[in-house]
């Protein structure tokens, strides 16, 4: 069911070159969205959210109320509110390791430089919400912009058929800080975002989505700053013979389950290995709901790479830059050094990637199909904004006035010169 491949090969590059946000077909289809949006307003949103979610949503119950924010905690088992409390404070003491200070460096002549870092005013957070919810997905957002201090935190997901939205969403929101709740997705929730479609404006949308989605936040980009392209789920794991093939298998299936678009790839030296994994992922299919998603993502996306040692198993990795790595190896943290290119890395056999998505601190919305190689985790930093502080003394001024005309001069720009010498003396 799923492909193998051997490297060096042809079929390698082609699947390693292979980049998931080149989608014509659905980038003009949210173009569409996107403009008819924005010049038609919340009756072209709320038409796309009948179409798309099959929900009945208008001005009277578009944003969530802050009583049925509060009925959500009568309709949440007590015991994963718990876990989900436990979650939110793992990350927040994560992300506040993250923070920084401004600072303003007073010099011996009076010169001060700086750099103030202040949170953004307004963001949009995208949670998922089409073919499963994403309360999780409600922290990894909410949580960093909160200790980033921002004072307006918004979050869009997409409602029901009944209109409803999920109630751990909902608790999530309300233990994370959340400010507003809208009902809306897909690329008609982030083009309101952006535009002030139904609600004001924000100045950055975060969060992860389909290819929809994160097309959408592509397209928007420029008229509000979007954190990076996390789109559909990928992992690629690295195992030798020490793996257990049930870990990898389950660990597979675990990010096929997202998305038919998820993508999932082993890479390893052994032939037996990737024949016991095959096993156990037919095995472990017949046992697990959805299992029509993840036979899709299997085929369509799913590959293992045959490859000579881990050294060739690292650059395989590299090329491909996964959302998500997994070294199951009997010695993960010798690879380390050569692992470059990938959102967040699991090692050993007691880190699967769930430990990650729902628990540990560190944030799951990661970017996807190769974004890796510039993308950071959505972080602390992703809500803040830096600006520089620039107070020059007389004294540092009569001293660089002479570079500085010089420098103005060579770029032909006079005026920019002339402010400068305006203020020496004669
Ligand atoms: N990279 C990350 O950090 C990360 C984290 C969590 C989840 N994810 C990914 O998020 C995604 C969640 O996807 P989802 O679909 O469950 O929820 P979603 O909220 O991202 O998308 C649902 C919306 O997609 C739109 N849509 C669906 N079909 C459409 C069509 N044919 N035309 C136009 N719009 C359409 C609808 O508006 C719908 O509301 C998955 O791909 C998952 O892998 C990524
Ligand atoms: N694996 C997802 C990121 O690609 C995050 C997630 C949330 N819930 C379950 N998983
Ligand atoms: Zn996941």
């Not at 070159?17 to 709320?46: C, H, M, P, W, Y």
């Not at 993502?297 to 650059?315: H, P, S, T």
């Not at 890796?372 to 660089?400: E, G, M």
């Amino acid at each position: 069911m799923v492909r193998r491949i051997s490297y060096p090969s042809a079929e390698a590059d082609a699947y390693l070159q292979k980049k998931s946000f080149d989608d014509v077909a659905v980038a003009e289809r949210v173009a569409e969205v996107i403009a008819n949006v924005r010049n038609q307003g919340t009756a072209a949103l709320f038409a796309y959210t009948k179409r798309f979610d099959g929900a009945d949503v208008d001005e009277s119950n578009f944003r969530v109320s802050e009583a049925e924010i509060d009925a959500a905690y009568s309709q949440v088992d007590p015991s994963v509110l718990a876990a989900l409390r436990r979650a939110c404070e793992n990350i927040r003491r994560f992300h506040e390791k993250q923070l920084r200070p401004s600072w303003i460096e007073p010099e011996a002549d009076g010169t001060m430089l700086g750099q103030l870092i202040r949170p953004l005013e307004r963001v949009g957070v995208y949670v998922p919400g089409g073919l499963a919810s994403y309360p999780s997905s409600v922290l990894m957002n909410a949580v960093p912009a909160k200790v980033a201090g921002v004072p307006q935190v918004v979050m869009a997901t997409p409602p029901g058929k009944d209109g409803s939205i999920n109630p751990y969403s909902l608790v999530a929101a309300k233990e994370a800080g959340v400010d507003e709740v809208y009902r809306m997705g897909g690329a008609q929730a982030v083009a309101a975002m952006a535009f002030g479609v139904g609600l004001k404006a924000v100045d950055k949308i975060t969060g992860p989505g389909n290819i929809y989605v994160t097309l959408a936040k592509k397209q928007v980009y420029g008229t509000v700053d979007i954190d990076m392209l996390a789109g559909p789920s990928e992992v690629l794991v690295i195992a030798d013979e020490s793996a257990a093939p049930a870990y990898v298998a389950a660990d597979f299936l675990s990010q096929a389950e997202h998305d038919v678009r998820a993508a999932t790839v082993l890479v390893t030296p052994s032939a037996a290995l990737a024949d016991a994994v095959e096993a156990e992922i037919a095995r472990q299919l017949a046992t697990l709901p959805r299992r029509e998603i993840m036979e899709q993502a299997l085929r369509d996306n799913g590959a293992i790479f045959i490859v000579k040692d881990l050294e060739e198993a690292c650059q395989v990795s590299n090329r491909f830059a996964p959302e998500h790595l997994e070294v199951l190896t009997e010695a993960p943290f010798a690879l380390l050094g050569k692992l470059t290119q990938a959102g967040a890395i699991f090692l050993g056999p007691y880190s699967p990637e769930p430990v990650g998505d729902y628990f540990a601190g560190p944030n799951h919305v990661l970017p996807t199909g190769g974004t890796a190689r510039f993308y950071s985790p959505l972080n602390v930093d992703t809500f803040q904004k830096k600006t520089s502080l620039i107070a020059y003394s007389k004294v540092r001024f009569d001293r660089d006035a002479k570079d500085i005309i010089a420098l103005a001069k060579a770029e032909g720009l006079d005026a920019h010169a002339n402010a400068v010498a305006v203020r020496l003396e004669k």
